[in-house]
């Protein structure tokens, strides 16, 4: 939740000492959140929210509309509009690039899920998931009902606090989009996934579904072999679909060309305009992590602007692609292996492709011999390494009992 014109911390000082004297300490507890929603989350909610000044969070939405803009025209800025010399300096097979590029746009649409740490300075990007298969829209459903409480209502008002939600905008943009198309303002949106992930994903698809249906908003849920064209309708189960909102990879079709095949229908059918592919497939060349390391390394290549240099030193960690060439560290050229042998303890990897945390090594969690022998692994593959990014504290208090822990917070912007 985001306040005016008082600071987030002066919220969360008044926060805690209303919650001495009343209920609030309470409120996340008694909210009535959606069945859904509570199935998916509970176990993992915090006792409290967390506020952030109205000023910094706009300044992060300004940064990431920015950064975005920059990621997206990294092709054309550095290779020349050359998708397959992008692709290779990405890790990203050749073949592959020719499935993501047949759908390639100027202007991608703007969706998906930043994921950030809050330092002493500002927010720092630790990557971007550019895609529609992400989870994290139906985060705004928190907020919302922690707004139904009437004590923490009343604390709210007094603060002026408030706060987005990504579905409302999100049924606004597919009404809008429905509309252009000549499909009313009612669409019919259908989630569309590969080889059993809506059934790995269930729990998150229904907290989508009855957060959209609140909305207005009907949402299916299926898999690319149950949908057809027919009389010029896209159908799923024979029931006709207006918006696909995809949660199938690149990687999906790739190790399947039977669904590969199958998916042609979709790809077919949004080339035509008979349905909206919410996204196309080349939000994967941007979603590849070896992204943000062409952009920190490009910065002292003279590629940007003064503008754009600072929002890169503001907004992203040092990062490199490993194996791609060497990194300037502090001005000065370096071996990038070395560098990183050396610098175990201020450093993460993660592959490009990795999503929810997987594989990723923390430098300071492992010894100088597993780093040694993770580094040799990595050599040739397709991973990046980052600059750790320590992230401030927050003060989370036990409601039962009253005590008080330290917790670090990840950020998600969708």
Not at 235 to 257: A, C, K, S
């Amino acid at each position: 939740m985001s306040g005016a014109p008082s600071t987030g911390d002066a919220v969360t000082r008044a926060y805690f000492e209303a919650c001495e004297t009343g209920d609030l300490a309470e409120a996340v507890w008694k909210a009535p959140f959606p069945r859904s929603f509570r199935d998916l989350w509970w176990d993992r909610l915090l006792a409290r929210p967390l506020f952030i000044p109205e000023a910094e969070m706009n300044r992060l939405v300004d940064d990431l509309g920015t950064y975005f803009d920059l990621l997206v025209d990294l092709p054309e800025r550095l290779f020349g509009g050359d998708l397959h010399q992008y692709g290779k300096a990405v890790g990203m097979a050749r073949p592959r690039v020719e499935l993501l590029s047949r759908f390639h746009s100027t202007s991608p649409t703007r969706f998906g899920r930043a994921d950030l740490y809050r330092d002493g300075d500002g927010f720092k990007l630790l990557e971007f998931n550019v895609a529609s298969d992400v989870g994290g829209i139906e985060y705004s459903e928190f907020n919302r009902s922690l707004m139904e409480v009437p004590v923490f209502e009343d604390f709210a008002a007094g603060f002026g606090l408030g706060h987005v939600h990504t579905g409302e905008h999100l049924a606004s943009l597919w009404r809008e989009a429905a509309a252009r198309a000549g499909r009313g303002t009612e669409p019919t949106v259908a989630v569309i996934g590969a080889n059993g992930n809506t059934r790995t994903l269930e729990k998150l698809l229904v907290a989508m579904q009855e957060m959209m249906a609140r909305l207005g908003v009907p949402m299916r849920v299926g898999e690319i072999p149950q949908v057809r064209s027919r009389s010029g309708l896209v159908e799923l189960d024979g029931e006709p679909i207006d918006i696909v909102l995809r949660f199938f990879t690149v990687d999906d079709l790739w190790e399947d060309p039977e669904l590969l095949s199958r998916a042609e229908v979709l790809f077919h059918a949004h080339e035509e305009d008979r349905v909206l592919l919410w996204t196309t497939l080349d939000s994967s060349l941007y979603s590849n992590k070896g992204a943000m390391g062409l952009i920190s390394r490009a910065r002292s290549e003279g590629a940007f602007s003064d503008r754009e240099l600072a929002l890169v030193d503001r907004l992203l960690p040092w990062s490199r692609v490993l194996g791609r060439g060497t990194p300037q560290c502090d001005g000065e050229e370096v071996d990038l292996f070395e560098y990183c042998r050396a610098n175990r303890a201020d450093l993460v990897l993660k592959p490009n492709q990795g999503f929810g945390g997987q594989d990723v090594i923390a430098g300071w969690e492992v010894s100088d011999r597993e780093w040694r022998e993770r580094l040799a692994r990595c050599r040739g593959q397709d991973w990046i390494v980052q600059r750790r990014v320590v992230p401030r504290e927050d003060v989370i208090v036990d409601v039962g009992t009253r005590e008080s822990r330290r917790w670090a917070s990840t950020w998600g912007s969708s």
